[in-house]
Each structure stands twice: as C-alpha cells, then as structure tokens.
C-alpha cells in the first residue's frame, strides 16, 4: 500500500542557499510523526513543498500514491492534505464561527449551511472558545489563534495533516487542548500527522517515529530516544544532547 | 443669504451624485481588497457601460426600457470583467506573487489606451446621450432630474445587493476571506483565482453601472471614465484602500463637499474641492478615515 504522504528526493534552492536537497520521507497511514531539527534545517521549506506553495527544483509529493506536482494550493488542500502556519493566517476581520465556517465550505462547498453550522458548535465546545464565538480573530490571544487555527482544519476532517511548530509559545492549557484534538482525529479517523515541532516532550509524547533534518538534508530517523544519540544529530544542534 | 432651503437642496444633491460616485470607488477599493492591485482601467469599464447602456436605448430597447437597459449592461460590462481577468489577469496571478501588482499596472493601463482607442474607433469623437423620458420628480425643496433620481435609486439598490452578498452568501464568506488573508484561503481549499475571477466582474460590473446610471446625465463619449475615475481614485484616498464602508462614507462626502463648493464658493472650481478635501485628509489623516495603516500579505 502507497505511504499517507511520500516525499522523493525533493530539492529547493533559493538563490545561494540549499534550502532543501534531496529529501525522501514516508510517513505511512495513521501514522504520526515528529520532524525535527535545529533552525535553517529547511523543516518549514519542506512544509511548504509538500504543501503547493514552492514548487520544488527537483523531485515530487505524493499523497497516498497520487502525485501533487503541478498542483495548486486549494487542490491540494482539496485532497485533504491539511496544513498549519506558524504564524497563523486567520481571516482577522471574521469573527472565530465565521473563520471555521469558511473552513467548512472551502472544502465542502457543495454543502451549504446546516452542516456547517453544526460542525462549527461542536467545534466551538471542544476548544472552549464559546465565549468568543463572535469575536473577530485578530483579537484573540496568540494561543487562541493558535487553537482556532487548528480547530479550522479539523472542520472537515482530513486526510493528512502537516502541522508547522502548533504549539511555540502558547500556554501549557491550549497546548493540551491540542493535543487531545490532535490525537481524536488521528484515532476516529485515522488521519497521519507530520508534526514539526521544538518541544521535545510532546514530540515524545505524539511521535513513535521522528525524522531529524539538517542543513536540508534527512540527517537521521528513528524513534526520539534513538536519534537523540547519534553524534551528528548531537553536533547539529551545537553539542547539546536534545534533553 | 445661507438659506436653508438652499442648503437642504445642495445637501440632497450632493448625497445623490455622492452614491454614485461611490460605487466607482467601491469598484475600486474592492478588487484592490481582494487582488492587491489597482485597475487602472476602471475609467473604460465605466465608459463601456455608458456606451451600451446608449446602444441599447437608442437602438434596441428604446427609453421606455431604460432600466432592462442598465441592467443589460451592468450584466454585459460583469461578462466582460470575467473575460478579461481570465486572459489578462488570471496567467499574472497564477506565478509567484513577486512584483505581481507591477504587471497588472502595465496590463491595466495597456487595457486603457486599447479600449479608449477603440471606443474613438468605432463611434468616433461624438458625445452621444441616451435621452431619457423620466420627468423631473421634486425630492423635498429640490427638482431633480428623473434621470438622476433613477440612478441615484438604482445605486442604493446595487449597493443593497452587493452588501448583502458579501454578508450573507458563500461568496461573500469565500470573498471576505481572500481580502484578509490570500494564502489562508487556499490553504483552506478555496480557488483563489476563481474568486479573483468574481472580484473583478463585480468590480468593474459597478463602474459599468454608474457608467450606464451616468449616461443621460454626463454623456456618452471615449474619455467619459476619466472624471469619474479621478473621482474615484479621490474618494479611496479619502476614505481607506481596501475599505468598503470608506468609499460609501467617502464617496457621499465628497458629492456633498463639491455640492456645497459650487454652491456657495464658485461652480467653475468643483472639481477643485475634492482635491482640496483629499489634501486635507492626507495632512490629517494619511491613511484615509476608515483604511489599515498595514496589512499581512
């Protein structure tokens, strides 16, 4: 069976700067899996391959055996390959129902309204923002957004997520709440997470599996425990053993 | 010698050729809030709807169908808008975003000189005037025109359209969205580009409108988009780029402002008094009354 999400030696230049070289990677269905490694290792350059918004210099996306290439953003999202920003793009004039409103009908324009509405309660309830529900979302805390955002891509539930850093700097309570929606839908749905992420724990936590990228190469893959001893990966975050 | 009779009547027609002064710039403002590019060639949107709205009364329909007529042509110049987004507009947006808006100035202006030169080709340097049969209708102290008031009506009317679809339809969710965050809406699984495709039709589907609205009252002729355009362009800067209740806010305070600078200062000068507002505005405030001082791409 074709892996969820399969990367063949993806390659990325920008300019003087390899941002990614050669980059193969099979995360296999249901599976969730870390990506880490130190900054400028091209971890978000790989996000935004995968995900239509560079086209790569060499090499292609498949997602679950279907080639992306040549695809734009929308279709990709369409397949149900679902992603996160680090620093979220919410509409921020739209209050919090009408941003995961829109996330449904993006998706499912066909379906107009009741489903939508429905989804967006529920969605409401599970990340506590009840209270904000008609608050714009440029007004929300950077945790809440962070939450929202998340929320936003779990409307419709995909197929394959890619989230870039979804919990730098928000409090230990949304990460929580997070975590719990992360792993609900991996479980009811079995959709593969690709996670990158700095914090170690919940990487520990979420991922059996973790892949280390360095200077835009795949420099190691294992489990955390494994990786975190091997002498490249320790000399490529400058001599500290990841904790 | 102020008498308030006076400045009722001025008050009045100053709102009444403010809303369509402001759907001009809402035209404007609007594809700006959503493609991040301004249509040069706005002035020859409106100049097309003028002419048809012209053709069809004079031609087809005859005065007593003014109104199918305005409609035929708000509709045509929409058509138009699609076509041109899709083979003009459409393989600029499709590449990386990088000097995007520079192109689509190029493009625009290029689409200016080639209508302009093609309206003079066709129909030649004559000003034309569909005629109208409405009679004059008093509106309180103020004889108004028919034809004014019709326009003046059927403005409120689009404008209802038009914010009823932004708040209540899919569209108007899918559309909002594009204006405050492009790559958020793609990554949401939305065709931004089929947006962009509807932004632009309805964008210059109402300078089309005041075009076709205008016709009877400021005649039909190659350049009839310029004044309009500059009054356009005046209001966004008065009331905020990319803000939609700035340019109807804007676009009655200017009608009012010129309105009441030619009646009581001089009517020679009344396109003066717009300029003279905007310098004013850009000393107070330079980001217009309602616009964003920045926004994330």
Redesign the interface.
């Known amino acids: 069976m074709a892996a969820a999400l399969e990367t063949v030696g993806l390659r990325k230049r920008f300019g003087g700067l390899l941002a990614t070289n050669d980059v193969s990677l099979q995360v296999e269905k249901g599976e969730m899996r870390g990506l880490i490694g130190p900054n400028g290792a091209g971890k978000t350059t790989l996000v935004n391959l995968v995900t239509g918004v560079y086209a790569p210099d060499a090499g292609e996306v498949k997602l679950s055996g279907t080639s992306l290439t040549g695809r734009s953003m929308h279709e990709i999202a369409r397949l149900g390959l679902v992603r996160s920003f680090q620093v979220t793009r919410l509409f921020g004039s739209m209050t919090v129902r009408e941003n995961l409103i829109t996330a449904y009908l993006a998706r499912e324009s066909h379906v107009h309204g009741a489903g939508a509405t429905a989804r967006a309660d529920r969605m409401i309830d599970l990340t506590k923002l009840g209270h904000l529900s008609e608050t714009q979302a440029k007004k929300l805390s950077g945790g809440q957004r962070a939450l929202l955002q998340m929320a936003c891509g779990f409307m419709v539930p995909g197929s394959c997520y890619v989230l870039d850093e979804p919990f730098a700097g928000i409090n230990p309570v949304i990460k929580d709440t997070i975590i719990d929606m992360i792993v609900q839908v991996n479980r009811e749905h079995g959709a593969t997470f690709l996670v990158v992420s700095h914090e170690m724990s919940i990487i520990r936590r979420l991922c059996p599996k973790v892949t280390v990228m360095m200077e835009g190469k795949v420099a190691a893959h294992g489990t955390l425990d494994e990786v975190a001893r091997l002498p490249e990966v320790i000399a490529g975050y400058l001599g500290k053993a990841l904790e | 010698m102020f008498s308030t009779e006076l400045v009722i009547q001025t008050a009045i027609s100053g709102v009444m050729i403010g809303v369509l002064y402001a759907l001009m710039a809402l035209g404007i403002t609007f594809i700006y809030s959503i493609m991040r590019m301004i249509n040069w060639a706005m002035g020859e949107f409106y100049m097309i709807g003028s002419y048809l709205q012209y053709v069809l009364v004079a031609f087809l329909l005859g005065p007593d169908l003014w109104w199918l007529a305005i409609i035929v042509s708000t509709a045509g110049v929409f058509v138009f808008g699609l076509v041109v987004q899709w083979g003009l507009l459409k393989p600029i947006f499709k590449k990386p975003p990088e000097a995007r808006d520079d192109y689509a100035t190029v493009v625009t202006l290029a689409l200016l000189l080639l209508l302009r030169s093609l309206a003079t080709g066709l129909a030649g340097p004559n000003q034309f005037t569909p005629g109208s049969t409405l009679p004059i209708v008093m509106v309180g102290p103020l004889p108004v025109a028919g034809a004014r008031l019709a326009a003046f009506v059927f403005a409120l009317v689009a404008l209802g359209l038009f914010w009823a679809l932004l708040r209540y339809t899919?569209y108007g969710?899918?559309l909002?969205?594009t204006s405050?965050?492009r790559?958020?809406?793609?990554?949401?699984?939305?065709?931004?580009l089929a947006v962009d495709r509807i932004a632009f039709g309805i964008g210059v589907g109402l300078a089309g409108l005041a075009g076709a609205l205008l016709a009877p009252v400021f005649l039909v002729f190659p350049t009839n988009g310029l004044i309009t355009t500059v009054k356009g362009f005046e209001i966004v800067v008065i009331g905020g780029l990319g803000s939609i209740p700035g340019a109807l806010i804007a676009g009655v305070l200017l009608g009012v402002v010129e309105s009441f600078g030619a009646a009581f200062i001089d009517s020679a000068y009344q396109n003066i008094y717009g300029f003279v507002f905007v310098l004013l505005i850009l000393v107070f405030r330079p980001h217009g009354l309602f616009g964003e001082r920045g926004r994330e791409a």
């Open positions: 899919w969710l899918a909002r969205a405050q965050s790559v958020g809406v793609q990554t949401a699984g939305i065709d931004v």
